[in-house]
C-alpha cells in the first residue's frame, strides 16, 4: 500500500502542469503520479521532437511532416491490439484498436505511454477566445488563469518567425478573411509551446519541461508509476479514500491512500474511470465535442505572389519545417480556425523544388448532449477497463459550416496558388482532430448538465477534482490544449486550497498559484 497527499492520474501535459503547481504553494505536499503506459525512450515525459535517441525524433518528425496530425496514427485505423497491454509498443492508438466501439468516431485515438499526447503533440497554442471562454468564470481570473497556463507550457507568439514567402500568404488570407475579423484576429504566426532558438532546433514543450521531476528525480516528495494503471477509485459519503492501481505487466492490484486525487486521463479515459468507480453523474460522458477538421494544401505561386525563390530555405536540421501561421477563429462572423504549416520540398541534393502551405481549417460544431461516450457495465476493452461506444454525428448547422469552409478554402487557396480540391482537401474523420472535449464538463450549477463544478471538483465530493480537455464545456474550434490548461490552472488552485484544510496531511502550506 502507498500513501499520498495528492494522486494525479495521468502524466501528460495536465498532469504534469497540475503537479508543478501544486509544488509551487506545496513545496512538501506528497503527489503520486500514474500512468498506464510504458516510457518511450530513456526519458519520461519527454516530447519526441526532442528526443536524444535519433530513430525516435526520426520516427516523430516523419510521422508529423505531413502536416495532417490524423495521419500521426496512420493512414489506415491500426490493426487490433492482440495479447497484453504489457507487451504493447508504447505509442498512440486507434480507440477501435483498444476493443472500443469507435464507428461514429473513427479516428478518434489514445496515448498509451507515460507523457500522454504530450509527448507527441504539435505544440499549437492558439489562444482562446470569444464562444471558447466560459461566460460563467470571472472574466479577470480567467485572463490571470490563462497567462499561467501560457507560462507553464511555455508558449511564444513567433516561435518559428516569419519567412518572406509566409508573409506573402498572410497578406493573401487576410484578403479572403481579414474583411470579417475581429481586431487583432487577422491572420498571424502560431503560438507555439517551443523555445525559440538562434540555429539548431526549438524544442517542444513535454510534461517533463513543465515537470522536470519526472524525468530527474529532482523532487523527493514526488513518484512517477509508469506501466500503472488505475482501475477504481473507492470512496464513501462524498470522499475518494483510495486508488485500486494495477501493475500492467504483473496484474497485480493494490491500493493508494491519497487525501486529494486529481483524474486528468484524457477526454475519454477520464469518464471511463469515474464510470468504473461507481461515480455517474447524469452528464458523465456527453455533451463530446470535436470541431470538424476539413485538411488541405496549397502550393503557392512564388512569381504572382512575389516571392524570391532564393528565400526558400531548406528547414533547419531537425525540423521538417520553416513556418508556423494562424487563422484566428472571430465566431459567427468569421468561423474558422485555420492553422498552416510552412514546407518547403527537396531534391536529394538538398535544393529546393517545390514549396506548400497547409491549408487546414477547423470548423466548430454545435455541443449536444446525444454526443456522447456510452460506456458498458458487462464489455471490458484492451485495458480491462468498461467499454466505450462513441455516439456522435454531424447537426444540420455543422454541415452547413463545412460546406462554408469548403468554399472558402478554396478561395483563399486559389489566391495562394496551385490547388486541386480533389487532391489537396478532405474532411477527416471525427476524432482526427484528437482535440476531444466536453464529456466530464464544468458547470456554475449542479443541474445534471455538468459533471464537475467551477473548481473542476466532482459534484457531490471533496477531494475529486478533473483536469483535461474532458472539462471544457465551450465549443472549441481551435485546438484544445491551451484552453483545457487554463482550466488545469484553476483546479490546481482550488487544489491547494484543498490542501491546507487537510489536518492529516501535516503539512502547513503557504502561498497561492
Not at 40 to 46: H, K, L
Not at 150 to 162: E, K, M, Y
Not at 286 to 295: D, I
Not at 449 to 452: A, G, I, L, Q, Y
Given at each position: ?5 495528492v494522486l494525479?492520474?495521468?502524466s501528460?501535459l ?5 503537479a508543478?503547481l ?14 498506464g503506459?510504458?516510457v ?7 516530447h519526441?521532437h ?5 530513430e ?10 505531413t ?5 500521426y496514427?496512420?493512414a ?11 507487451d504493447?509498443?508504447?505509442?498512440m492508438y ?10 461514429a ?10 507523457g500522454g ?10 489562444t ?7 461566460d460563467f ?12 497556463a ?13 519567412t518572406?514567402?509566409g508573409?506573402?500568404?498572410?497578406r ?8 470579417d ?5 487577422h ?12 540555429s539548431g ?18 523532487d523527493?516528495?514526488?513518484?512517477l ?5 488505475c ?10 479514500l ?11 492490484e493494490s491500493?493508494?491512500e491519497t487525501?486529494i ?6 477526454t475519454?479515459r477520464t ?9 455517474r ?18 502550393f503557392?505561386?512564388?512569381d ?11 528547414p533547419r ?6 513556418g508556423?501561421y ?8 468569421q ?13 536529394d541534393t538538398g ?7 497547409g ?7 454545435e455541443v449536444?448532449?446525444q454526443?456522447?461516450?456510452?460506456l458498458?457495465d458487462?464489455e ?6 468498461p467499454?466505450?461506444?462513441?455516439h456522435?454525428?454531424y447537426s444540420?448547422?455543422?454541415?452547413e ?16 496558388g ?7 482537401s ?7 482532430s484528437?482535440h ?8 456554475p450549477?449542479?443541474?445534471g448538465?455538468?459533471?464537475?463544478d467551477?473548481?473542476a ?6 477531494n ?6 474532458g472539462?471544457?464545456p465551450?465549443?472549441v474550434?481551435?485546438?484544445?490544449t491551451?484552453?483545457?490548461?487554463t482550466f488545469?490552472?484553476r483546479?490546481?488552485?482550488?487544489v491547494v486550497a484543498?490542501?491546507t ?8 502550506l503557504?502561498?497561492s498559484?
Open positions: 500500500m502507498t500513501a499520498a497527499d494525479i492520474v495521468g501528460g495536465m498532469g504534469a502542469a497540475t508543478r501544486i509544488r509551487e504553494s506545496a513545496p512538501t505536499a506528497s503527489i503520486v503520479m500514474v500512468d503506459g510504458a518511450i525512450g530513456s526519458a519520461p515525459g519527454q519526441l526532442d528526443s536524444a535517441e535519433p525516435i525524433h526520426q520516427r516523430y518528425n516523419s510521422r508529423v511532416a502536416g495532417v496530425q490524423a495521419l496514427t496512420g489506415a485505423v491500426s490493426p487490433p491490439v492482440e495479447g497484453r497491454m504489457a504493447v509498443e508504447p505509442g486507434h480507440l477501435s484498436a483498444l476493443g472500443e466501439d469507435a464507428a468516431m473513427p479516428g478518434g485515438s489514445l496515448a498509451w505511454n507515460v499526447m504530450g509527448v507527441h503533440w504539435t505544440a499549437a497554442c492558439p482562446p477566445w470569444g464562444r471558447e471562454v466560459p468564470l470571472p472574466a479577470a481570473e480567467w485572463a490571470e488563469d490563462l497567462a499561467t501560457q507560462r507553464v507550457l511555455g508558449v511564444h507568439g513567433d516561435a518559428f518567425g516569419i518572406d514567402a508573409r506573402a500568404v498572410l493573401e488570407l487576410d484578403a479572403v478573411f481579414g474583411p475579423s475581429a481586431d487583432g484576429r491572420p498571424q504566426t502560431m503560438p507555439m509551446a517551443m523555445t525559440p532558438t538562434a532546433t526549438r524544442p517542444r514543450t513535454g510534461p517533463n519541461r513543465i515537470l522536470p521531476a519526472m524525468t530527474d528525480g529532482s523527493p516528495a514526488f513518484t508509476l509508469p506501466g500503472t494503471l482501475v477504481q477509485l473507492e470512496h464513501r459519503d462524498g470522499s475518494v483510495a486508488a485500486i492501481v494495477r501493475d500492467v505487466a504483473s496484474g497485480v491500493r493508494i487525501g486525487v486529481v483524474v486528468c486521463a484524457d475519454l469518464p471511463q474511470l469515474l464510470f468504473a468507480s461507481g461515480i453523474p447524469a452528464a458523465l460522458g456527453t455533451h463530446l465535442n470535436e470541431h470538424a477538421f476539413l485538411t488541405g494544401r496549397v503557392p505561386d512564388v504572382r505572389l512575389g516571392i524570391d525563390r532564393a528565400s526558400l530555405a531548406a536540421e531537425g525540423e521538417w519545417a520553416v508556423a494562424w487563422l484566428p477563429h472571430s465566431d459567427e462572423a468561423p474558422f480556425h485555420g492553422q498552416m504549416m510552412e514546407r518547403p520540398h527537396l531534391d535544393a529546393t523544388i517545390d514549396y506548400s502551405v491549408l487546414a481549417l477547423y470548423v466548430p460544431t449536444r448532449a454526443n456522447r461516450l456510452e458498458s458487462d471490458t476493452d484492451a485495458m480491462g477497463m467499454r466505450m461506444r462513441v456522435f454525428d444540420d448547422r455543422d454541415r459550416l463545412i460546406e462554408l469552409a469548403r468554399l472558402r478554402q478554396r478561395q483563399a487557396a486559389e489566391r495562394i496551385r490547388f486541386d480540391p480533389e487532391r489537396d478532405a474532411l477527416l474523420a471525427p476524432g482526427s484528437l476531444v472535449t466536453g464529456s466530464v464538463r464544468m458547470g450549477s449542479d443541474d448538465t455538468s459533471v464537475c467551477t473548481d471538483r466532482v459534484w457531490g465530493f471533496d475529486l477534482f478533473l483536469a483535461g480537455n472539462v471544457v465551450t465549443p474550434t481551435a485546438n484544445s491551451l484552453t483545457g490548461m488545469a490552472v483546479m490546481a488552485r482550488a484543498a490542501l484544510k487537510m489536518p492529516e496531511s501535516g503539512h502547513l503557504e502561498g498559484l
